[in-house]
């Protein structure tokens, strides 16, 4: 199943509705998605011109209606309006269409009825003078729900750039050119143009334009925009580079690994902007006020509108209908919901990337509102709690020193665990012979197996040692020593601080688990625990009431962070988009995991804010256009309440927006 | 309407599962499993 980039709905990979761009197909749930997908700086050009003219019309539009008088003032009125009605008012048109075509409600079906009531009324008072007592006409009022709304609208995408800033800062790190070697010789060309396994040459000073493997050099690499790790890291040949870190001091040549939408980089930068998109809980009561509000709303104009007619019409005033289309056409324009609809995307655009400029990746927004509960948090202990590179100590040989070195290398080699890992690099400086190992297994939680030369052999856990069985019989056991990731204490004790229930746990050994509960000072931990007991275990918490974190490496993990109400991947800097887990750690700074709790509890409580302040503001507004303040006004108040009834409806968008941007300083105060 | 508690999105009538007694829909069959794996967490 793939998910529309833009709306971030669910879409059957049979939809005939899709855009390749960087060599990856993305579908989407309708034509308006993809048109914005493929163009979103047209879209945001046209709003721009639309909005220009909008102002460049409306403003003589009202200067001449309210200042001067003269016979065919209504027909010039009717000239100036035009540009504004059918130009910068058509993207209203367009979605009131779509929407009643798909029997739904939306705002652009409000602000459409209202604009058009206000113009197609005027146009018959300038062309047929007869039909109502008014002589003047509501052009400035169709003209100005128009250009009030779209500036409303405007200041929505200029403070969408504004907080989608660190994204952007992102995507600024990939250079627009590469030396892509040809030949024998260098060419400079479009990063658009190269492909996988083509061979580019970086130099010093220069940001790394994908992601790829050293074949010849060796630099330090700064990698802190993408790790947070702030020493630079020395890299040789066959050492992996990430595309947007820095090349600081030597000269490299790469092999293309990932590049364009696959490199990493491109693969963060869509996950802060998926994180804006998903469906938050919360966001759902918004979805569901907004679908009963369009048919809510309708309802109150007309029978406000009835209500005014036949009241006028039995205390003899002549203004009757007039009356009647100006409450119509303010109650539709004073409720539209647009803000209703910001109020949760908008903070969540603003917090993922407020949460991405401290290394926390929010990978799935839906887990925001049981971010905002968590009271429990599990830590797997190796390689969360523990630095995740292993050292090998006490290695004891029961057999042929060469053949069990070769034994060792061969199958280690082909794993990714970070023993393997540890194994490899201990064998560095000893004499091995490369096996033919055949039938290998990785078994997480126990180990791996194979067979040579038909002999059954495992390097699996015993005890608190690794050993080497061949046929059951122990050739070799090691001890490996993890070291505590630095800032664990600190964090543990900043969360205990705080009310949170700490758990470790490990399949190590009871002897190890304790060693570190001990030291950081944690009562509960469970140790000897394979891959399905830790899901038990966060089950178990779930059952009596406690919202779960589980903080893992991602390797064996990913069933207890699925499991648990917020999964939390450490990643190891690359591959980034293939971790599970609802957020990612990029650096290892555990102190995030206070401060993404930090960042949930915000996020939630500004998107209720929000939610409540806008439901509050279009409730109150109706009333007031219906009609509630005539008896203290006088019925003159209908002369400006339908351009009052537009900028309210900027204002409110407006509030909503500039009220999500100070999450960005109550976070940043609070994570200080 | 019913709305799928894993995605948040308007659930489907024919893709269903049974938690506690109450029945949930989903919008595709993914949320469905994601759902059934751990219903607690999303049914609080």
């Known amino acids: ?672 | 309407m019913a709305t799928d508690p894993v995605c948040g999105m308007k659930g489907n009538k024919d893709i269903e599962s049974e938690y506690k007694g109450k029945k949930y829909y989903f919008c595709c069959e993914h949320c469905r499993e994601e759902f059934d794996k751990n219903p607690v967490k999303y049914t609080r």
């Not at chain 1, 990698?223 to 020395?234: A, D, N, Q």
């Not at chain 1, 890299?235 to 092999?255: A, C, F, M, R, Y």
């Open chain 1, 1 to 672: 199943m793939a998910t529309d980039p833009v709306c971030g709905m669910y879409v059957s990979e049979d939809s005939n509705i899709y855009s390749d761009k960087d060599g990856t197909r993305y579908y989407f749930c309708s034509q308006g998605c993809k048109e914005k997908f493929d163009s979103p700086d047209i879209e945001e050009k046209s709003l721009k011109y639309k909005l220009i003219i909008a102002w460049v019309f409306s403003i003589p539009l009202l200067i001449i209606d309210y200042l001067f008088k003269f016979s065919f003032k209504n027909y010039l009125l009717f000239v100036l309006v035009l540009p504004v009605q059918l130009y910068s008012g058509s993207s209203f048109y367009k979605g009131a269409y779509q929407a009643v075509k798909n029997k739904m409600g939306n705002m652009d079906l409000l602000i459409t009825l209202g604009t058009l009531t206000a113009f197609i009324f005027s146009i018959i008072i300038t062309f047929d003078s007869k039909i109502f007592p008014v002589k003047y006409t509501y052009f400035d009022a169709s003209a100005f729900i128009i250009t009030l709304i779209l500036t409303g609208s405007y200041i929505e995408s200029l403070t969408k750039k504004k907080a989608n800033s660190s994204a952007n800062k992102l995507l600024s790190l990939l250079p627009s050119k590469v030396h892509l070697y040809y030949g024998n010789k260098i060419v400079d060309t479009k990063i658009d143009d190269i492909k996988i396994n083509d061979k580019i040459l970086i130099r010093p000073g220069e940001n790394i334009p994908v992601d790829g493997k050293i074949f010849s050099g060796e630099s330090e690499i700064d990698e802190s925009m993408i790790t947070g790790e702030e020493i630079p890291v020395l890299k040789k040949t066959d050492d992996n580079v990430i595309s947007g870190t820095k090349n600081i001091n030597g000269e490299i040549s790469v092999i293309v690994k990932n590049y364009g939408a696959n490199s990493t980089v491109n693969k963060i930068y869509s996950m802060i902007q998926m994180a804006s998109m998903g469906r938050a809980k919360i966001q759902r009561i918004a979805d569901i006020f907004s679908s009963y509000f369009v048919p809510v709303v309708l309802i109150a104009a007309l029978s406000s509108s009835i209500f005014w007619y036949f009241y006028l019409r039995s205390v003899n005033n002549p203004l009757y209908t007039v009356i009647a289309i100006l409450v119509f056409v303010s109650v539709v324009v004073i409720a539209c919901p647009c803000a209703i609809g910001l109020a949760a995307p908008i903070t969540l655009l603003i917090s993922s990337n407020k949460a991405s400029e401290n290394g926390i990746l929010i990978k799935n927004s839906s887990s925001i509102d049981r971010l905002s509960k968590i009271d429990t948090v599990i830590f797997d202990k190796t390689g969360t709690l523990t630095d995740n590179n292993p050292e090998i100590t006490d290695l004891e040989l029961y057999y042929d020193n060469e053949y069990v070195y070769s034994l060792l290398y061969s199958m280690e080699i082909k794993s990714n665990h970070p023993v393997a890992y540890a194994i490899i690099n201990y064998l560095k400086n000893y004499k091995y012979d490369i096996l033919n190992i055949e039938n290998f297994k990785e078994i997480p939680g126990y180990g791996v197996t194979g067979y040579y030369n038909d002999d059954f052999i495992e390097i699996k856990k015993n005890n608190d040692k690794i050993s080497l069985m061949v046929n059951s019989k122990e050739y070799a056991s090691m001890k490996i020593s993890y070291g505590l990731r630095e800032t664990v204490k600190n964090s543990i004790k900043k969360l205990k601080k705080n009310n949170i229930n700490i758990i470790i746990v490990t399949g190590d050994s009871k002897e190890n688990a304790e060693k570190v509960a001990d030291y950081l000072d944690v009562n509960t931990y469970y140790y000897d625990i394979k891959p399905e007991g830790k899901s038990e275990i966060v089950k178990k918490y779930q059952s009596t009431g406690n919202y779960v974190m589980f903080v893992g490496d991602g390797i064996n993990d990913t069933i207890a962070m699925e499991t648990a109400d917020v999964g939390v991947a450490m990643s190891s800097g690359s591959d980034i988009a293939k971790e599970s887990g609802d957020i990612i750690l990029l650096n290892n700074d555990l102190n995030n995991i206070y401060n993404m709790l930090i960042i949930g509890k915000y996020t939630i409580s500004k998107v209720k804010q929000n939610i409540g302040w806008a439901i509050g503001y279009n409730s109150a507004l109706i009333p007031v256009a219906a009609g509630i303040m005539v008896p203290l006004l006088g019925l003159g108040i209908y002369d400006v309440l339908p351009i009052f009834a537009a900028l309210a409806m900027g204002l409110s968008s407006t509030t909503v927006v500039l009220n999500s941007l100070r999450i960005k300083g109550h976070i940043k105060n609070a994570i200080a």
